[in-house]
């Protein structure tokens, strides 16, 4: 995918901060200094608090982000216009080798969290529940009305989504729709810009069905930004404190299903909390990953210490997806 003649301007005017600061830097030490990095638009909310709480800690330092495509982002990567992306998918040997025999940069890959992609409905709709077949039918066009999943709604589901390249619309296609066919080929599919206006979109009509990241959704991340940062940041560090969170209550946050003979046909529906999302028992999931080619002695390489870390793992909790290296539990279900 070809970035944008904008994006390209955008790009080459601080395409100087990808690298800075070669000073060496001793081990535990942060490099000083600017640097971007691209992100999936699904992790808006995670990289944002990862950012403002680094540099926070580190004042000299500062980490400007780039929210874009997933397929943007690595090929924003691929051509060494960054050096950190935020991703859903690792780079293939192919692609490592490329990088590291033209830029003679070395690819550092690191799960730093476990996502699921959430099904939202607005607070009137009385569809609270789906199992993966109906998801997958209401993809395929099979199920097109309200009125076949519940009640004598008999008005179209509006499947709404962000923008097409997105990891999580990549991941839903991969995960229902045949080979070479898109979920905008559903006629009652609209594209949105970014997760915020799926959100927005949902909450105002009671006939959309948004597709989204769980870490749009997580309370208590939006609560944590009302204390100063200050404040935030000894909580991060609090390694006694809880690690689960609530999701919110403006909409209704979807149970999904997945009868299998696996689960002897187990019929039972789980919202995207950690804790289903770590035992696989909540089934929309997938890892998301920090990749890296800045060398040891740059800022880009301090950031991805600091969230490959336990305060940054600690930040992601708070978003609602799992954190790769912590254990999560239930804190409430309604």
């Not at 490592?96 to 969290?113: E, G, L, N, P, Q």
């Not at 109906?134 to 509006?158: C, H, P, V, Y």
């Not at 989504?161 to 066919?181: Q, W």
């Amino acid at each position: 995918m070809k970035l944008n003649t904008t994006f390209k301007i955008m790009l080459s005017a601080l395409i100087v901060l990808g690298a800075v600061s070669c000073t060496k830097v001793k081990r535990g030490e942060y490099a000083k200094g600017s640097a971007t990095i691209f992100c999936d638009d699904g992790f808006r909310n995670i990289l944002n608090e990862e950012i403002e709480v680094f540099e926070f800690s580190y004042p000299e330092s500062s980490i400007i982000p780039f929210f874009v495509s997933e397929q943007d982002a690595i090929d924003t990567m691929m051509s060494d216009g960054t050096q950190a992306i935020i991703v859903t998918q690792e780079l293939t040997k192919e692609q490592k080798d490329y990088i590291k025999s033209k830029f003679k940069r070395v690819v550092k890959t690191h799960c730093i969290a476990v996502d699921a992609v959430a099904l939202i409905t607005n607070k009137g709709n009385r569809v609270t529940s789906l199992s993966m077949k109906e998801i997958g039918d209401i993809l395929n066009g099979r199920i097109t009305r309200w009125s076949q999943l519940a009640g004598n709604d008999t008005t179209f589901i509006k499947l709404v989504f962000d923008n097409a390249g997105s990891s999580t619309v990549s991941y839903m296609r991969e995960k229902f729709l045949p080979e070479g066919s898109k979920i905008s080929d559903n006629p009652h599919a609209y594209a949105q810009k970014d997760n915020a206006q799926v959100f927005d979109v949902v909450q105002k009509d009671p006939d959309a069905l948004g597709i989204i990241s769980v870490s749009w959704l997580g309370d208590d991340l939006s609560l944590a930004k009302k204390v100063p940062v200050e404040q935030r940041n000894k909580d991060y560090a609090n390694q006694n404190d809880t690690i689960a969170t609530n999701l919110t209550t403006e909409v209704n946050v979807v149970r999904v299903s997945n009868p299998t003979e696996a689960n002897d046909f187990d019929p039972t529906g789980y919202k995207p909390y950690q804790v289903y999302i770590n035992s696989g028992e909540y089934p929309l999931f997938r890892k998301v990953y920090m990749i890296s080619t800045a060398s040891n002695s740059t800022v880009l390489h301090s950031f991805y210490t600091f969230v490959t870390g336990f305060v940054g793992q600690k930040i992601i909790s708070k978003t609602g997806i799992l954190p790769y290296h912590m254990n999560p539990r239930v804190v409430e279900l309604k």
